[in-house]
């Protein structure tokens, strides 16, 4: 089954994002670590009460933990792809807790329609290169 695939690749995933151990992980989901290890590995099928345990313990949705909610696993692997470090990723997110207006204004930007969201992408591209051409 593809959702039990995902479970083990996001089981894995989550776990070594939040920096933790199999042993980590099942203290905080009351199990032993060999339980975490079969789920992980796909030797045993998850029971509710464990899929309750992961979504608690990773914060997300028994959905997304089973993949489920694609879009949102997807996003979530791309970014930490393409920011190898928590560390960049949580400096984008620090940025924009601070600027509220430039939340505001992506906010704004993601509720356009594509083809006018891609021209407003391109005109903060071609700006803020512009800018940088100005200050260099």
Known sequence: ?????????????????????????????????????????????PELNYLISLSNAFEVSIDQLLGREEIENTILHEVYERYKTKHQLSEIVEYLVKTPQMLEQLERLMMMKSKNRKHAENVIVHAIQEIQKIIE
Do not use: H, I, P
């Not at 920096?19 to 992980?40: I, K, P």
């Open 1 to 45: 089954m593809k959702e039990l695939e995902t479970l083990k690749k996001n089981m894995k995933f989550y776990r070594q994002e939040y920096g933790w151990s199999q042993e980590d992980l099942a203290a905080r989901m009351n199990v032993s670590r060999s339980v975490v290890s079969r789920l992980e590995t796909g030797e045993q099928a």
